[in-house]
């Protein structure tokens, strides 16, 4: 598989990401179905971190699920190409029908908690999701529109309030705040 070798390439900029980066390899080789969250263990996710051309704002919505502001990402549901699939959450997620990827390399890996919740009429127990993010640039003034099954909002935020306005104090810690820093130096 060759999200296999290109998780294998990417170089972690930190202990988090290479901890990770060991999960999602022996969790790959060890179930054929990582790519289905059928897999109620694990399964592989994509995200994008989103920026305007300037680096100086990122793309938020306001997670139903998490009622926080967060990046855009979703389930790879059977599709190995996790840029494709983040691509199309930011086109569903936020309306941007422009974003492109500012490259194909992995941007950051990170394995992600998810607590049990109900999402469409139906319970879905605690897991957890082995995401691949990639950063993307999308032009800040281009029309956006929410998506109301998954979220109640879609903005661009200063990265220093994009922090501040998650609720996710682990995510804003770990995964943000790496994010935002790593963008500028892009």
Known sequence: MELVKEIERYQ???EQEAQDKAQMLRFIAENDDCLLRSNEVA???ASLWTVNPARTKALMVYHNIYHSWSWVGGHADGDP???AVALRELREETGVVHG???SDEIFSLETLTVDGHVKRGVYVPS???LNVTFLAEADEDEALSIKADENQGV???P????LRASTEPWMVEHIYKKLA???VRY
């Open 12 to 14: 972690p900029s930190n």
């Open 43 to 45: 399964h592989l996710t």
């Open 81 to 83: 190409d996790l840029r």
């Open 100 to 102: 492109r990827l500012v």
């Open 127 to 129: 897991h957890l999701h």
């Open 155 to 157: 903005c661009w935020f």
């Open 159 to 162: 990265l220093a309030d994009a």
């Open 181 to 183: 820093d790593k963008c």
